[in-house]
């Protein structure tokens, strides 16, 4: 059974910083590994999905990246601006329609 | 062009009272979801539905049912409420394996 892991659970940086968040899976075996935004009291929304045959892809300031061999999959955030203020979550999709959600990284950018 | 709507954003419920949330997509998409939210747990597949007719079990599917009687709505159903399913209740839909688009979720309450 796949198990996906964000650490930590919150991140709390300035603004300007460019930072990095973290998600691991335990099955390699993945269809795509997508990066979602929550907002409080709001759903999710898209923000990249990796194919499994692909390194990375970048929207903006955003860039992800997916290791399968390792099972880690990295969000990179440059000069981070307070409207960045959010949950990440990361979700890994294996041969079925289904997606396995992380518990996500709260993360605050203070001004 | 609206996406993602859920019927209602708010709902009170006494212990064993039954209801029905809706879910409505404008995208022509083929995939359906529900998932519960809750603290600590992350967000969980309740049911799923790959086409117009079709239901499938998701993860934690005890306590509900679902239909799909027309491509764009997915209703899930609470015949007996019980104090578990208190919770954040998110539908979402997808074109094939891309990215799921999320409604802004029910917030259900059962005392």
């Known amino acids: 059974k796949q198990e996906v892991t964000q650490i930590p659970a919150a991140l709390s940086v300035p603004e300007g910083e460019n930072l990095v968040l973290n998600c691991s899976f335990t099955?390699?075996?993945?269809?795509?590994l997508q990066w979602f935004r929550q907002d409080p009291g709001k759903g999710l929304t898209s923000l990249l999905l990796?194919?499994?045959?692909?390194r990375e892809q970048t929207s903006g300031r955003l860039n992800a990246s997916l290791d399968k061999s390792s099972g880690r999959s990295t969000l990179y955030i440059a000069a981070s601006q307070p409207g960045d203020s959010a949950t990440y979550l990361c979700?890994?999709?294996?041969?079925?329609?289904?997606?396995?959600f992380g518990k996500g990284t709260k993360l605050t950018v203070n001004p | 062009n609206a996406g993602v709507t859920q019927t209602p954003k708010f709902r009170v419920l006494k212990t064993g009272q039954s209801m029905t949330l809706l879910c409505a997509q404008d995208?022509?998409?083929?995939?359906m979801y529900w998932y519960r939210q809750d603290p600590g747990m992350g967000l969980r597949l309740i049911h799923y539905?790959?086409?117009?007719?079709?239901?499938a079990k998701g993860e934690v599917p005890d306590g509900y049912n679902v239909s799909r009687l027309k491509k764009q709505n997915f209703l899930l159903g609470l015949e007996s409420a019980a104090p578990s399913q208190t919770s954040v209740y998110f539908c979402?839909?997808?074109?094939?394996?891309?990215?799921?688009?999320f409604g802004d979720g029910t917030r259900l309450s059962i005392l």
């Open positions: 979402a839909s997808s074109r094939g394996y891309q990215p799921q688009h």
């Open positions: 099955d390699s075996a993945i269809y795509n």
């Open positions: 990796i194919q499994s045959s692909q």
């Open positions: 979700a890994s999709q294996g041969g079925s329609e289904k997606l396995v």
């Open positions: 995208m022509n998409h083929e995939y």
């Open positions: 539905s790959v086409g117009e007719g079709t239901t």
